[in-house]
């Protein structure tokens, strides 16, 4: 369809590998974000791009936490020597306008 | 103060029941304001944008007090179906419109 995808839907590592999830916006959205939900919890926030710039990473909870979006379209969130805390859902979304988000199904990243 | 804040539930209604669930805000030059759905284990989806005015959609209405820094959401005549968190979200000004989400509140529509 012409929503927003992700890749993988889910994702079980070990401690202290790395992961890259993937997010394929709406064609045509130049605004992107990345939350993380964890169970029975809220989302939150972790990045935003607008094109391929990220104006506001604040959300990035260290520095093993990484992101970035090519030709205005395709993220990648990578998250570097992987700890337990880091499991949770993954949400990518988009916008045309920066206010109405489409998210995508989510991927769901396990940790052993 | 967190900038979005709501009531996490669960409220628990029988079909039928009209039920309300209110979400403030602490910056007061927040801008836009929308409620979105999240079924479990997926993902939020927009339910509806929430005008200064007040806007109704079939029988889910939203109202914004700008004045109180809140804004709600009736549901009227409740069905089963409508068992769902529903996440307040608030963009207030700055570089690029800041969206924050609530926590969400849980409905439960009871048979």
């Known amino acids: 369809g012409a929503g927003v995808s992700q890749s993988p839907s889910n994702k079980v590592t070990e401690k202290g590998k790395d992961v890259e999830l993937r997010c394929d916006p709406i064609?045509?959205?130049?605004?992107l974000y990345w939350y993380r939900q964890s169970l029975g919890q809220g989302l939150e926030f972790l990045i935003y791009?607008?094109?391929?710039?990220?104006?506001?990473k604040s959300g990035l909870p260290s520095d093993r936490f990484s992101a970035e979006r090519t030709g205005g379209s395709v993220s990648t969130l990578t998250i570097q020597r992987t700890q337990q805390e880091d499991s949770a859902v993954y949400l990518c979304?988009?916008?045309?306008?920066?206010?109405?988000?489409?998210f995508g199904p989510g991927t769901r990243l396990l940790v052993l | 103060r967190k900038e979005v804040e709501q009531d996490p539930g669960p409220f628990n209604v029988p079909e039928g029941a009209t039920v309300a669930f209110n979400c403030t805000y602490s910056?007061?030059?927040?801008?836009?304001f929308f409620w979105y759905r999240q079924d479990c284990r997926k993902e939020p989806k927009l339910l509806m944008s929430?005008?200064?005015s007040g806007n109704e959609d079939g029988r889910f209405t939203a109202q914004l007090n700008r004045a109180s820094q809140y804004i709600s959401l009736l549901i009227r005549d409740s069905k089963l179906s409508d068992s769902a968190t529903y996440l307040c979200?608030?963009?207030?000004?700055?570089?690029?419109?800041?969206?924050?989400f609530g926590t969400g509140t849980k409905l439960q529509v009871i048979p």
């Open positions: 791009f607008q094109g391929n710039s990220a104006p506001d």
């Open positions: 929430v005008y200064s």
């Open positions: 064609s045509g959205h130049t605004a």
């Open positions: 979304a988009s916008s045309a306008d920066r206010r109405t988000q489409y």
């Open positions: 979200v608030v963009n207030s000004p700055g570089g690029y419109q800041k969206v924050t």
């Open positions: 910056n007061s030059a927040s801008q836009s």
